[in-house]
């Protein structure tokens, strides 16, 4: 029903697998009755990470985060209407509520590339991306609480090279450190707005230079060391 949504990828993670999540932030904390997480993806065209991230990749990139939030709404009425459940769609990317002013660090709900490790759907990079086998780094994850019991999807194998650390050389604000990226310079650098108003992502390179950026089987744009 999720890949009918729309979404390019789904999988399901227990309630009980978010354990080392901060408090405040496990799925529970937000429905209190939730035992399953249905986590999904929408995966961006390859074409995207060919041009200037400024506009064309921003308003995509974007305009993906409302589709994923529609596709969470969807699958939320969809299991309770078929399973007799309940079901919580959240947000993708915002609102959310905490925000550390001096770091500037912002937390969604829980946080989507975790729930989608879980699920299997990928794993971390180096730059704390999703990683994904078939889609790499492109994927906008959502997600849908419910207090149906559904069997858990196995973890996914790492596709992240041990030896490469290009995500890192290519930082021009040397921002990601071992198992976590500085926030604050991230931020300052990555996104702005043109004269009119308009935002814009100045800077994807963390994704763009990733030989894993298409995944392992989908690896045919220019310079891709994994055809």
Not at 17 to 23: G, I, S
């Amino acid at each position: 029903m999720v890949l009918q949504s729309g979404a390019d990828v789904c999988g399901f993670a227990g309630a009980e697998e978010f354990h080392q999540a901060p408090d405040g932030f496990h799925p529970c904390s937000i429905f209190p009755d939730c035992k399953s997480v249905v986590v999904f993806g929408i995966a961006l065209p390859r074409g995207l990470y060919e041009v200037d991230s400024r506009f064309v990749y921003s308003h995509y990139n974007s305009l993906a985060c409302p589709q994923a939030d529609h596709i969470a709404l969807q699958t939320a009425k969809l299991i309770e209407d078929t399973f007799e459940a309940r079901a919580v769609p959240l947000p993708c990317d915002s609102p959310y509520e905490y925000w550390d002013e001096e770091k500037l660090e912002g937390r969604g709900l829980i946080s989507m590339k975790h729930a989608a490790y879980l699920a299997g759907l990928g794993t971390l990079g180096k730059n704390t991306l999703l990683l994904n086998k078939d889609y790499g780094n492109r994927l906008v994850v959502g997600c849908v609480l419910t207090d149906l019991v559904i069997e858990p999807d196995e973890p996914a194998v790492s596709i992240c090279p041990d030896s490469c650390r290009l995500c890192i050389e290519n930082c021009p604000q040397e921002a990601i450190k071992p198992g976590f990226v500085e926030q604050r310079p991230c931020r300052q650098y990555s996104y702005g707005k043109t004269k009119r108003g308009f935002e814009t992502v100045e800077c994807n390179r963390c994704r763009t230079v990733c030989p894993m950026r298409f995944g392992v089987k989908k690896g045919r744009g220019k310079g891709s060391e994994n055809n």
